[in-house]
């Protein structure tokens, strides 16, 4: 009986991994389907997100009926309902993917990066792609060192995004006010992107160790600031 | 024993109507200390949040021992799970309400919004809250049909987004870049709060009916369009 709930627990974790995975690789193929106003690839991730739809309403049935049937306490419990937590996320993270695809649609054949900017938002897509391939990593390994360093490459997201925004407010920016607004929309999908990302990995650190991500780097001073 | 736990039940409930009006209130006063260019009434919306963090917590908190202690099923079960999602839509709601004041903080002693702008994003502040002072009451009265109502007041959102977008793709439009990306980002966060407030009225109809909102319009040919 508890080994049948156990198998029940792992395919759940097996689930948000391929979560995961799908809007990791969602978020690489949109952003490449917008620096090259490549519109089969955009309207292809367009319409995969219905995949990551499922695989969270189907994770969500799942969980619910193991709470019920099993009744887990303790660390079981923590996990099913973090891993209800997490498949949020992941969820949100593939709406986030197909918004940048739809903004290629959108301008299609152009392109809505202009481009000098093509290497930032480039760098952007596949940092945010890095990224969540790191918190599948984290899924699976439960390694909470993994999971901290997350949070530094946050950092260097925000970094490009402030770059993104020094492009914008620079007096020379000569593409006009639709293209400021595109690629303001743009940049906020990454920066949440990945913030999803880093918020995977958090729950993942709580789950293991019992602490908030942020108490652990609060404690170890050299994070702290 | 039960009676504690429908008790415990109850606070829960009572905990997210607390957590509906101080993100209702928060965004209300953002805008206004947005458009007024009010620095103190922005500060006190930024460090406002944090009760709002505390609130979720301890919610969070009181949920998993809840499951853990008494094992709810069926109906019960799924209350307490959906209650742990709506406040996490609650929490994100009090982020964006955050969002607008530190723009606000941000632009003083200007006010990030041009003049000419005034009028609709006070429109979409006032909606914002109006939306959540809804999904407050479709917490406490588990009102189907005040729930639905909802998603229409949403399209209402839409349009005041479609005019802020008009006015910034007008090729009179004389604020700038900078102007233009704030008045992006806003229309963004006021949309992005509706869609929560939205969030948290379709739980309660998932709750009552056991039927996804969308379902239940799809299945009213009036409201299918």
């Known amino acids: 009986m508890r080994d049948a709930y156990h198998e029940e627990l792992d395919s759940i974790g097996e689930s948000l991994v391929e979560m995961a995975r799908l809007v990791g690789s969602a978020i690489g193929r949109a952003t490449t389907s917008m620096l090259d106003a490549d519109l089969t690839l955009a309207e292809n991730v367009i319409a995969g ?4 739809d499922d695989l969270q309403h189907d994770l969500e049935a799942r969980a619910i009926a193991l709470l019920a049937r099993q009744q887990p306490v303790a660390t079981d419990l923590r996990i099913v309902v973090t891993s209800l937590r997490m498949s949020a996320d992941l969820e949100r993270s593939g709406d986030l993917a197909q918004h940048v695809a739809k903004l290629a649609r ?3 054949p152009q392109s809505a990066v202009p481009r000098d900017l093509h290497a930032t938002i480039l ?32 950092d260097e997201m925000d970094l490009l ?12 920016w000569k ?17 949440r992107f990945a913030d999803h990302a880093v918020s995977v990995a958090k729950r993942v650190v709580y789950l293991v160790t019992g602490e908030h991500a942020d108490e652990i780097q609060a404690a170890a001073p050299v994070e702290g600031a």
Chains 1, 2 share one sequence.
């Open 161 to 172: 995004h402030r770059t993104l925004f020094q492009h914008l407010m620079d007096d020379r």
């Open 49 to 52: 997100d219905q995949k990551v």
């Open 175 to 191: 593409h006009g006010i639709e293209t400021a607004v595109d690629v303001t929309l743009l940049g906020r999908y990454y920066e």
């Open 123 to 154: 760098e952007m897509g596949q940092l945010a792609q890095r990224l969540m391939a790191k918190a599948a990593e984290v899924i699976i390994t439960k390694d909470v060192d993994l999971a901290l360093q997350l949070e530094q490459d946050d």
């Open 106 to 108: 959108l301008r299609f």
